[in-house]
Nanobody
Framework: QVQLVESGGGLVQPGGSLRLSCAAS????????MGWYRQAPGKQRELVAA???????NYADSVKGRFTISRDNAKNTVYLQMNSLKREDTAVYYC?????????????????WGQGTLVTVSS
């Protein structure tokens, strides 16, 4: 069974920092694009940042210059360093991965979501 396990959410004051981690586990053959999405109350889920296996990154305009996405391919782990946090960053953050996993004698493609971790920016 393939799954993503997130950690690092919590309560932080405006201007503070948090680091989210997301590790893929199971019979992972290769991870392709990994990313972070977020969903605030009453809003649609939106892309925050994504990174390819080669290290190319993409950010939402609202987080450029404040958030940094990185990954450790050997550990199948993606990170999101969040600095200068604002109240409007408050949301549930979800990890997402496009990956290949082994299934007996086959290699299969799968898109996987984490369970979500709550980030609250408040004084």
């Amino acid at each position: 069974q393939v799954q993503l396990v997130e950690s690092g959410g919590g309560l932080v004051q405006p201007g503070g920092s948090l680091r989210l981690s997301c590790a893929a586990s199971g019979s992972i053959f290769r991870t392709n694009v990994m990313g972070w999405y977020r969903q605030a109350p009453g809003k649609q889920r939106e892309l925050v940042a994504a990174i390819t296996s080669g290290g190319s990154t993409n950010y939402a305009d609202s987080v450029k210059g404040r958030f940094t996405i990185s990954r450790d391919n050997a550990k199948n782990t993606v990170y999101l360093q969040m600095n200068s946090l604002k109240r409007e960053d408050t949301a549930v953050y979800y990890c997402n991965a496009d990956l290949y996993y082994t299934d007996y004698d086959s290699v299969r493609n799968l898109e996987v979501w984490g369970q979500g971790t709550l980030v609250t920016v408040s004084s």
